[in-house]
């Protein structure tokens, strides 16, 4: 007869299966504040300790029936600590006496060979593989568990809501706080490209408007290039209907025209101009050198 496992660590196992199990059908931890993951848990822990109940008569009726040197055996087991029979039980190496049972009839040269069995620490780890492969395949295949592109759309989602919400309590941006920055160059492209490619072409080359890559501007109402390209998308253009006033009539916010305001900037002032012979359109207005281009 051997002494029980701690319903401790039942417990402790149990814990930790379900926090695996849970955090892989929902990696985002949102189970640790659902009402059915702690409920499953209490339900587990009560069956747990029903059965340990269980075992504990059986343990009981077991133990009144050894002789009493099994009964002095057994007691002095359970005096070992558990965690201290479970490290020698994995690491146990046997004793010459034991040896010669493990002994295969076959040598070389005075070599024996022992048919040792595996350790437990290592059957242990073997099984426990075992057990998170399917868990982990299952997961994989029926939910969205460790698929890339699930969780990249997710923090993407996650992220464009951090910046809806920050939009609605951050002060509007105008032509007075308006900032060049090189971070918003990238998203400027592609805020130009839904709202103003339409007349000014792709890359801002020209067509139905002018060109914006070359040094000839028609309307010139700011020092600096970035903040004229801001006044522009406010108020529009005086001399062409078509140019509106994008941010004041609501259709781009005060920070998209930042923006695309960052993007001309950088096509006009950070690369060469698109020449007519390039395919760009001929220049309109008159030639401009801007004060403090960026700001």
């Given at each position: 007869m051997k002494p029980r496992t701690p319903i401790s660590v039942y417990i402790a196992v149990t814990i930790v299966l379900s926090i695996m199990v849970f955090g892989m059908f929902s990696p985002d931890g949102s189970y640790l504040t659902s009402a059915f993951f702690?409920?499953?848990?209490?339900?587990?822990?009560?069956?747990?300790?029903?059965?340990?109940?269980i075992g504990d008569l059986?343990?009981?009726?077991?133990?009144?029936?050894?002789?009493e040197e099994e009964k002095q055996a057994y007691l002095e087991q359970k005096k070992i600590p558990y965690y201290q029979k479970l490290w020698n039980s994995a690491f146990k190496k046997q004793s010459q006496s034991e040896e010669k049972d493990i002994l295969i009839d076959h040598g070389f040269d005075g070599i024996t060979e022992l048919d040792n069995s595996l350790p437990k620490w290592w059957t242990g780890l073997f099984w426990f593989g075992c057990v998170f492969c399917v868990v982990y395949m299952a997961a994989y295949?029926?939910?969205?568990?460790?698929?890339?592109?699930?969780?990249?759309?997710?923090?993407?989602?996650?992220?464009?809501?951090s910046i809806a919400e920050f939009e609605k309590t951050a002060p509007p941006v105008?032509?007075?706080?308006?900032?060049?920055?090189?971070?918003?160059?990238?998203?400027?492209?592609?805020?130009?490209?839904?709202?103003?490619a339409t007349c000014h072409g792709e890359g801002g080359i020209g067509g139905i408007g002018p060109n914006l890559t070359d040094t000839h501007w028609i309307n010139v109402k700011q020092k600096s290039l970035f903040k004229n390209v801001i006044w522009m998308l406010e108020n529009g253009s005086p001399n062409n209907p078509a140019m509106r006033p994008f941010v004041k009539e609501g259709t781009i916010t005060g920070r998209d025209g930042e923006k695309i305001a960052a993007y001309v900037?950088?096509?006009?002032?950070e690369k060469s101009p698109v020449t007519q012979a390039q395919g760009g359109a001929a220049p309109q207005g008159e030639t401009v050198e801007w004060e403090n281009g960026n700001e």
């Open positions: 702690w409920g499953l848990l209490l339900i587990a822990t009560i069956l747990l300790l029903i059965m340990n109940s059986i343990e009981n009726e077991n133990f009144s029936r050894l002789s295949i029926f939910t969205d568990y460790a698929h890339q592109e699930k969780e990249y759309d997710q923090e993407a989602k996650t992220m464009l809501a105008n032509l007075e706080t308006a900032k060049y920055s090189a971070d918003n160059i990238a998203e400027g492209e592609q805020l130009f490209k839904t709202n103003c900037y950088h096509i006009n002032q």
